[in-house]
């Protein structure tokens, strides 16, 4: 069975620096790309980041490029997402998400999520 | 950026009902696009993706269908476990952007 379990997240201050973690367990986990996909409080689903399974290739949402780093150790099964100069629209749900055989960009498992929280 | 809009933003119906919900997309997409079911506190859940292809596990009231611009996501036969919202995404193009939802509630 696939498991994503994210950990992390919290409160922060903006301009401040948070890691995610998502460990993965149940399948071959350096054969997926995996992403990072967030939901503002009562709003829709934004697509964050992804990465290749050898962590070779990377992509980024416009609105975190230059600021959040994606990540991934395929000896641990773990995904990263390092996020710096952390702003108050940054405030989510992040989930990971697991890439599918037919496209890396079609999410066919998700983690739990860990709540981002960017406030004074 | 390719824009994805679904319509209704929400539809009220009764166990039984036929549901059809709507995307669109600004540009054509060929059939990459996905549905996903979110209940609240949850993840969202991978119904249908290539626009029709069903995902393993989903029940077959679900059906998808549409190419280029316009496509459909069909609940044939609404059961109880499925009051949710519905999104679309486009897995064609980056950024990899979603619809806004369409709730799904008891009538």
């Given at each position: 069975e ?11 201050q903006?301009?401040?620096s ?11 986990f ?7 996909v967030?939901?503002a ?14 962590g070779?290739?990377t992509?980024y949402?416009?609105?975190v490029?230059?600021?959040?780093t ?38 066919d ?11 004074s | ?9 929400s539809?009220?119906a009764s166990?039984?009902?036929r549901v059809t919900?709507?995307?669109?997309a600004?540009?054509g ?5 996905a549905?996903?079911?979110q209940?609240p506190g ?6 249908i993706?290539?626009?029709s292809s069903l995902?393993s596990g989903?029940?077959s009231?679900?059906s ?31 950024p ?12």
């Open positions: 696939v498991q994503l379990l994210e950990s992390g997240g919290g409160l922060v903006p301009g401040g948070l890691r995610l973690s998502c460990a993965a367990s149940g399948f071959t350096s054969t997926y790309a995996m992403s990072w967030r939901q409080p009562g709003r829709g689903l934004e697509w964050v980041s992804t990465i290749s399974g050898s070779g290739s992509s949402a416009d609105s490029k230059g600021r959040f994606i990540s991934r150790d395929n000896s641990k099964n773990t995904l990263y997402l390092q996020m710096n100069s952390l702003r108050a629209d940054d405030t989510a749900v992040y989930f990971c998400a697991k890439g599918s055989t037919s496209s890396a960009w079609v999410f498992h998700w983690g739990q999520g860990t709540l981002v929280t960017v406030s | 950026d390719i824009q994805m809009t679904q319509s209704p933003s539809v009220s166990v039984g009902d919900i709507t995307c669109r600004s540009q997409i060929s059939s990459w696009l549905w996903y079911q209940k949850k993840a969202p859940n991978l119904l993706y290539a626009a995902q989903v029940p009231r679900f998808g269908s549409g190419s280029g611009t316009d496509f459909t996501l069909t609940i044939s036969s609404l059961q109880p476990e499925d009051f949710a919202t519905y999104f679309c995404q486009q897995a064609n193009s980056f990899f952007t979603f619809g806004p939802g369409t709730k799904v509630d008891i009538k």
